[in-house]
């Protein structure tokens, strides 16, 4: 393997917007590397079409037996129902990385699987669009993006190190927690807000009537606001069955912080809130543009 060459062949399983992006930042920053992907048919054939020069493979086995690095970027649900054939079919001296959006149940299932054979390292990019699929695929995704990374910097063993410094060259920083902390962290960044989208869209829709309104007078901020109402539900279903309590506890919050601004709909008080909304939101502001 060239001394400049994190891995030298990269089996991809799930080739969506995820994926796909991932292994176009592979070959964006190491040409060498031998990139075998594995999906859907359909899925495949889009590969082909695009122009890519990918190893098709069509069983998992195909993918992966050869494989030093095996990046699963299929739904949760699909990850951890393969995650067995993986660990039955894969070197032993391969890297096993998941990129899904709850860690908790992948994480103790490969736990048992992966024990005095290849090493298994939980991951999650940080990274995405209200869209998915190839077709939406970029090799800049990961630009800026943090990436959890599922155990402990102390982490020496040769193959993460390696995986950390790909990482590091597509543009990705890695950030490293427990898993449970992780699932916690998730349900109220991302997930909780989710769902609190989906009620949102859910009331706008329902109060609007055949004239158009009150869509018709909505503007940029709305739009804005209901962005990610365009998210696919199998993305989204796995993610729910896997982290249920966190995100039930999130939402339990959010009732509960609903309720409140009721109570203060005519208060001064309510001012306090929005000053509290606008703080985080200069903080997230900022954050975002200094990782760009």
Not at 62 to 76: F, M, R
Not at 115 to 130: D, M, N, V, Y
Not at 242 to 252: A, F, G, V
Request: charged share 25%.
């Amino acid at each position: 393997m060239p001394d400049d060459l994190p891995f030298r062949r990269v089996a991809i399983l799930g080739t969506g917007l995820i994926g796909a992006s991932f292994g176009l930042a592979l070959r964006e920053k190491f040409p060498q590397i031998s990139i075998a992907a594995y999906d859907r048919p359909e899925v495949l054939r889009q590969i082909t079409e695009c122009g890519w020069k990918w190893e098709i493979a069509r069983e998992l086995s195909e993918a992966v037996s050869e494989a030093d690095l095996i990046y699963i970027a299929l739904p949760i649900g699909a990850a951890m129902e393969a995650l067995p054939s993986i660990a039955a079919k894969c070197s032993s001296q391969a890297l096993v990385t998941d990129a899904g959006s709850t860690k908790g149940e992948i994480c103790r299932m490969a736990e048992t699987l992966f024990r005095g054979h290849a090493h298994f390292l939980g991951g999650h990019p940080i990274a995405g669009k209200e869209v998915s699929g190839i077709k939406n695929a970029h090799a800049t995704l990961f630009h800026g993006a943090r990436y959890a990374l599922i155990g402990t910097e102390r982490e020496q063993d040769d193959r993460v190190v390696r995986f950390i410094s790909l990482l590091s060259a597509i543009g990705a920083e890695p950030i490293w927690c427990d898993a449970d902390t992780h699932d916690w962290a998730l349900a109220v960044v991302s997930q909780m807000p989710q769902l609190v989208v989906l009620a949102l869209a859910r009331v706008i829709s329902d109060e609007t009537d055949e004239t158009g309104l009150p869509i018709s007078f909505a503007g940029r901020g709305l739009h804005d606001l209901l962005r990610i109402a365009g998210s696919p539900y199998e993305i989204w279903r796995d993610i729910c069955l896997t982290n249920t309590e966190n995100i039930s506890r999130s939402l339990d919050r959010v009732v509960q912080a609903i309720d409140f601004l009721r109570t203060r709909l005519t208060s001064r008080e309510l001012e306090q809130e929005f000053l509290a909304a606008n703080d985080l939101y200069k903080s997230l502001h900022s954050t975002h543009r200094n990782l760009q």
